[in-house]
């Protein structure tokens, strides 16, 4: 078998791999922090959120360091986020950090606005990023 056949066939092995072998060499983070987006039914800013970074963020470096969870707030809270201030306006995206809230933002404005007060709330986390 050439080595291309073998590759085609197992890409799954090599991609899991590679992601054991970059958790032993670079620390992976615990999933304790999350990063929650509060969401409602058309909602045109929750809407862009999820065109401009939706859709790439598993991708980016935020991702490695929070589980991305989404809540519509038209359904009922789970009871472990009963302890949240209340969410007023939708998109809301709230980092949390061992359940305890570490920072909120409120709306979407844009993609560079979004990053930079998420990169604020980071620094507050108790271990950073």
Known sequence: ???TDWLNKNTHLLLLSMAISTCIIVPCRSSAAELIMFSSPGC???EAWEKDIGVIFQLTEEAKHFRLIHIDITDPLPSRLSNL?????TP??????K???IGRITGY???GYFWWELQNI???LPDGM
Do not use: G, H, P, W
Request: overall charge neutral.
């Open 99 to 101: 359940q305890r809230e």
């Open 1 to 3: 078998m050439v080595f």
């Open 44 to 46: 045109s800013r929750c």
């Open 92 to 97: 809301t995206f709230v980092v949390l950090d």
């Open 109 to 111: 404005i844009n993609e």
């Open 122 to 124: 980071i620094k507050r």
């Open 85 to 89: 201030d209340a969410v007023q306006y």
